[in-house]
């Protein structure tokens, strides 16, 4: 069974910073998808970024990147001039690309943006 | 707003007692899922329905059960209740079984048990 952790429980960076949460994942497989989904107190979770493992580019959207890094099973998010709205619980998570489409999330990281 | 709704918002019922919560997907989507989120747990898939059918099952307890219903929208029946089943419970739709199709969520309804 395919696992997602994330070592980080609390991250802290001050506006218009740059932040990296980290995540790493253990699977035999070797074509998934790998996510970045956002939690605000609002309790949404709304989907940051997108990786296919076979695209060895790296996903960007806007001010977030990513790093994914497939021999060493890792995911991590890089958050650039970091806004208050940034502030949430940030979750990783992992999909097999073929049979269940079941999402398989880490812990998750409690980012604070200090003003 | 993802599109996709849940109702209620909160809930509050005793131990023992059975609820029912309610998903109604994105228009066009044909695919339900159910996570539920709690302290103790983190964010674990509880099931997967894709066009009435029953697809994929995952970390669901024998008291819990779900179904699809031809409009397409999901119930979630969560029965004997116990302290530990507080939590907030989401659905999401995608168009199809596709592991290509991204997951909306909905705004989750949260469940307490006193």
């Known amino acids: 069974a395919q696992t997602v952790t994330q070592s980080q429980p609390e991250m802290s960076v001050q506006e218009a910073e740059t932040v990296t949460l980290s995540c790493t994942y253990d699977t035999s497989e070797s074509d998934y998808y790998l996510f970045w989904y956002k939690q605000p107190p609002s309790r949404q979770m709304i989907l940051v970024i997108r990786q296919e493992a076979y695209k060895q580019q790296n996903a960007t959207e806007n001010r977030f990147s990513v790093n994914f890094q497939k021999a060493a099973k890792s995911f991590s998010l890089k958050i650039s001039d970091s806004q208050l709205g940034d502030a949430a619980m940030y979750f990783c998570?992992?999909?097999?690309?073929?049979?269940?489409?079941?999402?398989?999330f880490g812990k998750g990281t409690k980012l604070t943006v200090n003003p | 707003d993802s599109g996709v709704t849940q109702t209620p918002k909160h809930l509050i019922t005793a131990t023992g007692q059975r609820v029912t919560l309610r998903c109604s997907p994105r228009?066009?989507?044909?695919?339900v899922y159910w996570y539920q989120q709690s302290l103790d747990q983190g964010l674990q898939f509880l099931i997967q329905y894709y066009n009435g059918e029953e697809r994929a099952k995952g970390n669901i307890l024998e008291r819990f059960s779900a179904q699809q219903f031809p409009d397409l929208h999901s119930e979630l029946n969560l029965s004997s209740l116990e302290l530990g089943d507080s939590a907030l419970y989401f659905c999401?739709?995608?168009?199809?079984?596709?592991?290509?199709?991204?997951?909306?969520f909905g705004p989750g309804t949260r469940l307490t048990v006193t």
């Open positions: 999401a739709s995608s168009v199809g079984p596709g592991a290509a199709y991204e997951q909306y």
């Open positions: 228009s066009g989507d044909l695919s």
């Open positions: 998570a992992y999909r097999s690309k073929g049979g269940s489409e079941k999402l398989v």
